[in-house]
């Protein structure tokens, strides 16, 4: 008898114990990223992952309910569609991963969009202006950058409402990222009576242009429209130059503006569009909270890691609306909302320049 009263009393004993053990447990949002983390865009990768990263752990401890944490989880595509469908169904497999966010890239995006489609994956906030996020892509996605064709009829405004370049050629990254903006360039052209030159392309991840060169450098082209990661870009700005050329460059934000800037050795005039205000001069909450904890983190401060460090503040902000249970139809509507209402995240979208619900801003090289 005596002891089977102190096997119960274990027994209760161990389920008390479990039960707070349970109870005290919090709650972890899982949420995965496949970035480029090796290979030539992985400046573009390491600076999204850092950002998001540097948010998500301040968010942890000062501003989520001990109860309600969040895992990132970040994997390295090299900016390779078929890595990134891998990376995705490792991450809905074995970790049973809430959300995407910050993703990079269009042909990445592109890739997983029927992954996405059947798990009914929320697909937040990622690096590309892809057009068919903003047409009824079939699954949860929200996206806080303008799209590629306001991007493009930024860059045609600016050379052809501006600077009066008549003659402009497109040099394209041949995959579906240069797809996009080659459709969406032609609109924005095609807007102001205009047909482009010339387009010359060249291989995803090499710095292959010098055939492209040749090509435009065979018409009378005056400006040039380009699209691609940094590498090449530079490579070609700067062979162009030595080639004879000296007109006008714009290209994407998907670029890197800095590491684009760094790596231009030949005089050349640059502009690029953003898609958010300068990270070094903008100001408000969001900016000043950036500036200090990179700071404290001696972390560089980039267009990419800010863009990474406002996904991660609007998604935190959203999640105060959602619980686990509900998350996936909850928190897409909730970023909505957040995007539309909170102050700190309006006075960010505001500065410089607001127009429509995605503004466009500008960077530029002149010398």
């Known amino acids: 008898m005596l002891k089977s009263r102190l096997k119960s009393a274990l027994i209760s ?24 983390l090796s290979g030539p865009a992985s400046h573009i990768g390491m600076q999204l992952k850092g950002g998001h990263q540097l948010y998500f752990e301040y968010a942890n401890e000062h501003v989520l ?25 490792y991450l809905i497999q074995h970790h049973k991963i809430h959300a995407l966010i910050g993703n990079m890239g269009t042909p990445t995006a592109h890739a997983i969009k029927d992954i996405l489609k059947r798990h009914q994956l929320p697909f937040l906030m990622p690096y590309t202006g892809a057009n068919f996020l903003y047409n009824n892509p079939q699954f949860p996605t929200y996206t806080l950058r303008p799209s590629y064709l306001e991007e493009a009829q930024e860059q045609i405004k600016y050379l052809v409402d501006e ?64 699209i691609g990661t940094y590498e090449p870009l530079a490579a070609f700005i700067n062979q162009a130059y030595r080639a004879g050329f000296r007109g006008t460059y714009t290209s994407v934000s998907f670029v890197s503006s800095g590491a684009l800037f760094d790596n231009i050795i030949a005089p050349a005039q640059v502009m690029v569009t953003e898609v958010l205000p300068n990270p070094n001069t903008c100001k408000g909450q969001v900016c000043a909270l950036y500036r200090r904890l990179s700071a404290d983190k001696k972390g560089a401060i980039s267009y990419q890691s800010f863009e990474g460090f406002v ?24 970023i909505k909302k957040e995007r539309s209402t909170n102050p ?15 503004p466009v801003y500008r960077s530029y090289l002149k010398y």
């Open 163 to 226: 600077l009066g370049h008549k003659k402009i050629a497109l040099f394209i990254q041949a995959d579906e990222f240069g797809l996009t903006l080659e459709q969406s360039h032609r609109q924005a052209l095609r807007d102001k009576n205009i047909e482009p030159v010339v387009i010359a392309r060249f291989r995803r991840n090499t710095n292959a242009v010098a055939r492209a060169l040749t090509q435009i450098l065979l018409t009378d082209t005056t400006a040039i429209a380009m």
């Open 311 to 334: 996904n991660a503040f609007v998604f935190v902000e959203a999640l105060k609306h959602c619980d686990v249970e509900t998350f996936s139809k909850c928190i897409v509507p909730a």
């Open 344 to 358: 700190a995240i309006q006075a960010l979208f505001k500065q410089q320049k607001s127009r429509a619900e995605h």
């Open 65 to 89: 309910d001990e109860k309600a944490q969040l895992d990132l989880l970040v994997l390295d595509d090299g900016y390779e569609p078929n890595r990134t469908v891998d990376n995705i169904h």
């Open 13 to 36: 004993g161990l389920f008390l114990l479990s039960s707070v053990i349970y109870a005290q447990t919090p709650e972890r949002i899982k949420l995965g990223m496949s970035v480029a």
